[in-house]
């Protein structure tokens, strides 16, 4: 097509058009420049804050461009840790100095000196963040305003001290928490941009009235009473929303989160203070006041859980309020020490579940109340399980007597027969629930009642040792039977709870088998037994599958030791036995299928054994000899595609078994044995580095400089003498120097690393001495201040970074 234009002209026109997009440019850094700075001044921009740059506004021809990667705003919002750590310590060292020369230190000064320097300190602290939030140093502001908030406590402790000694100790913390909450209350108002002063004027606050309650002698009963209305109080201010929440928007969430948190901790002493009346009850009325206000404080937990809006929180709450409640029915309705407490549990757990039918109530409230009902439920159960807890543990008395024939018995008492008695109520009244309510949860509940009935019952009646042996072991079996899915199919929550009676049962019984060598055998073998067919032809889930199998492998290490005991064997010959499950898993835990993994981890772990009993048998040839076998072991099992792995276990092995046996032969320059290693393997590397010279330099050098390097430290620190550290220290430095030079990670991190704990083992006695002849609190305070200062320059050099960042973006 033609120009009308000259190319004079036309050069003309575009020189213009140039002009005019450069000053646009230019209004844009500069109305995006203002942006950033209120940003990282942390103040939300308003609507109008004043005349915008002239032309503000998209021109007539601009069209958005695409949208490039995330620039300065859009990661503003995440603060980088490091910068916090250094704050967050440096202000936590202040502190500790501060306590130290407040309580400690400075005697010469007297109280009164400590007084004023402190109060100097505390305004100086105190006035510091103002400056720093106009230098939009927010962090270090906040790390400042926390030790000036510290300051103050202790310049109520030194007021305290100096003028006002004579006032009781209640009255003056609930009067200095009171003006402390309000002195912090009002800082926070007048800085704004600070986030710590208000949580801190809460937590002050909390101690006002508990305080007031010591100072008036009013008892336990009204102290928690006034824990209860602590609790509404910090309850309605995290629900109350209110003009504050608008005033200061970046704080109050904060403030109602840790309002929440605090009532729930007064609630729950109030809840203390009522068992507490409970348990020194000794007459109806002391039962009726504890009662009412356990009563109370479910109440709370309920009308709260149905206010909030949280719905992961809600159900916790009302269930925490249901549990509440059953305390209470417990201690109106059932006397201390009785015995059925365990129906009541079962009995309080249906108007709890039938929550769920209960339409007026919230949808988070009625699921949390049934939740409260299976928990209670249970708690009948485990009440009655624990009734009968010393047929359980009666067995460990055998611990310190294998073998022996004592025979211990359980002593349930006079109420054995009636703890079986009402067990075996408590799961009919559990299955008679299961029927009015439909809740399946109830049979779940009756599984370790009837258990506990059956397992203890034999006890109870004073059975022959040898019946009440087949007859635990019978019910034992049965629960591991259901456990396993061996037998029928049952319901989830069925085989959860008779999995738990069965490994406890197992357990006890265990530990009873040890009364005799016949028993031991012949229990441990059945129990074995049972697992290992509930682990290879269970249909339960993979997780109980799985403990099977691991519970299996243990009892056949069990009986590899009892039998080196009935042999007689040297105690360094008994692991020689145990290496056989480790060998047994790597040869037939491939043909395990699914529970493959959890039995050569078992093997493992039996392995391990072996190696600690070589260890305590304080034989060290003999111990070389089970370091090399375990290494054959894993050698074996490295065969296999799958576990290539396990390789690098079987050359630590051996390595440690070729250290252990001239450790045994009395060889102590171990450099007469790694040198010749480390200097072949070095050679090697270098070829390999010259072949190939992207290969990692950990790969090629960090095995054969550790394997000189790493003994050689681990001599030094048990050498008196000079000559090696001296030595190491050079080598060391050569090393690190050449890693330096050439660039090679390896060399200059495994060099860096011996020569700094090679220089740390030299001076550690002379650094000791100085910091002894230091003040206590000085080197705190130092340090302290050192870390402040520099993440206050960290954060400014972070903020310079954004901008230079956000300046190499806009070019080109």
Not at 155 to 169: I, K, M, Q, T, W
Not at 257 to 278: P, Q, R, S
Not at 517 to 527: D, G, I, N, S, Y
């Amino acid at each position: 097509m033609e120009n009308p234009l000259t190319p004079a002209s036309e050069l003309a026109l575009i020189d213009r058009e140039l002009a005019h997009l450069d000053a646009r440019r230019l209004q844009l850094l500069g109305r995006r420049d203002w942006l950033l700075r209120l940003l990282n001044a942390q103040v939300a921009p308003p609507l109008s804050v004043g005349p915008p740059a002239q032309g503000w506004g998209p021109g007539p021809h601009w069209t958005p461009g695409p949208a490039g990667p995330a620039q300065g705003p859009a990661r503003e919002a995440s603060a980088p840790g490091a910068q916090n750590v250094l704050l967050v310590l440096g202000a936590v060292l202040l502190a500790v100095a501060a306590l130290a020369f407040t309580l400690v230190s400075w005697g010469s000064l007297g109280i009164g000196g400590r007084a004023a320097v402190l109060a100097v300190l505390t305004g100086t602290a105190l006035a510091v963040p103002a400056v720093l939030l106009r230098r939009a140093l927010g962090a270090t502001a906040e790390a400042v305003a926390a030790v000036g908030l510290l300051l103050t406590v202790l310049d109520v402790y030194a007021l305290h001290e100096v003028a006002l000694g004579g006032v009781p100790a209640a009255w003056y913390v609930a009067g200095s928490c009171a003006a402390l909450a309000a002195l912090w209350a009002g800082y926070g108002a007048t800085l704004r941009g600070l986030l710590l002063p208000l949580p801190f004027a809460l937590v002050a606050a909390q101690w006002t009235l508990p305080c007031l309650a010591l100072a008036l002698h009013v008892g336990r009963t009204a102290g928690g009473w006034t824990l209860l209305a602590l609790a509404a109080l910090n309850a309605a201010l995290g629900l109350w929303g209110g003009p504050a929440a608008a005033v200061r928007p970046r704080v109050w969430p904060a403030v109602r989160i840790l309002a929440g948190v605090l009532a729930a901790l007064a609630a729950l002493g109030a809840v203390g203070v009522a068992l507490a009346l409970a348990a020194d009850a000794g007459s109806l009325p002391d039962r009726l006041s504890a009662g009412v206000l356990l009563a109370a404080a479910g109440g709370a937990f309920v009308v709260v859980a149905g206010r909030i809006r949280q719905e992961q929180l809600a159900p916790v709450l009302a269930g925490a309020g249901g549990l509440v409640w059953t305390l209470a029915a417990q201690v109106l309705l059932v006397p201390r020490g009785s015995a059925w407490a365990p129906v009541l549990y079962v009995l309080v757990s249906l108007p709890l579940l039938g929550a769920l039918r209960v339409g007026a109530a919230a949808r988070p409230v009625r699921h949390g109340l049934a939740g409260a009902g299976v928990v209670v439920a249970g708690l009948g159960g485990l009440v009655s399980f624990l009734s009968m807890l010393p047929v359980l543990v009666a067995p460990a008395a055998l611990l310190g007597e294998v073998w022996t024939a004592a025979s211990p018995r359980a002593e349930l008492g006079g109420g054995g027969r009636q703890a079986v008695a009402v067990a075996l109520i408590a799961a009919a009244v559990a299955l008679w629930l299961e029927r009015a309510s439909g809740r399946r949860e109830a049979r779940v509940v009756a599984v370790p009642l009837v258990w506990t009935a059956l397992f203890a019952a034999p006890v109870a009646f004073a059975l022959p040792v040898a019946a009440v042996f087949a007859a635990q072991l019978a019910v034992v079996a049965a629960a591991l039977v259901v456990a396993l899915g061996l037998g029928r199919a049952t319901d989830a929550g069925v085989r959860i709870a008779a999995a738990a009676c069965g490994a406890a049962g197992a357990a006890s019984l265990s530990v009873a088998a040890l009364d005799g060598r016949t028993a031991t055998f012949a229990v441990w073998a059945a129990l074995g037994a049972l697992c290992g067919a509930g682990a290879a032809y269970g249909r339960g889930p993979l997780a109980s599958r799985a403990a099977a199998a691991v519970v299996a492998t243990g009892y056949a290490t069990g009986l590899l030791l009892a039998l080196a005991a009935l042999l007689e064997l040297p105690a360094r010959q008994w692991p020689l036995l145990v290496l056989l499950v480790p060998a047994a898993a790597a040869a037939f835990g491939p043909r395990a299928a699914a529970v493959r993994i959890p039995v050569e981890v078992a093997g493992a772990a039996a392995g391990g054994l072996a190696l600690l009993l070589a260890l305590v048998a304080g034989h060290a040839p003999a111990l070389a000899l089970v370091l090399g076998l375990a290494g054959v072991v894993c050698a074996a099992a490295a065969v296999r595609a799958d576990r290539r792995a396990v390789g690098w276990a079987a050359g630590a092995l051996f390595l440690a078994a070729t250290w252990v046996r001239l450790a045994a032969s009395g060889v102590d320059a171990v450099e007469a044995y790694t040198l010749p290693v480390t200097v072949p393997a070095l050679v090697v590397a270098w070829l390999r580095r010259r072949r190939d010279p992207a290969a990692p330099s950990w790969a090629t050098y960090g095995p054969g400089l550790a394997a000189t390097l790493v003994p050689s430290l681990i001599a030094v620190w048990a050498d008196p003498h000079w000559t090696r550290p001296l030595l190491l220290g050079l080598g060391a430095l050569a090393v690190t120097l050449a890693g330096a030079r050439w660039r090679l990670q390896a060399p200059l991190v495994l060099g860096g690393v011996v020569l700094g704990l090679v220089a740390l083992h030299e001076l550690a006695p002379y650094v000791l001495q100085v910091v002894g002849a230091l003040p206590r609190w000085l080197p705190p305070a130092l340090a302290g201040a050192l870390l402040l200062a520099v993440g206050a320059t960290y954060e400014k050099r972070l903020r310079d970074a954004r901008r230079l960042r956000s300046a190499l973006g806009r070019l080109g």
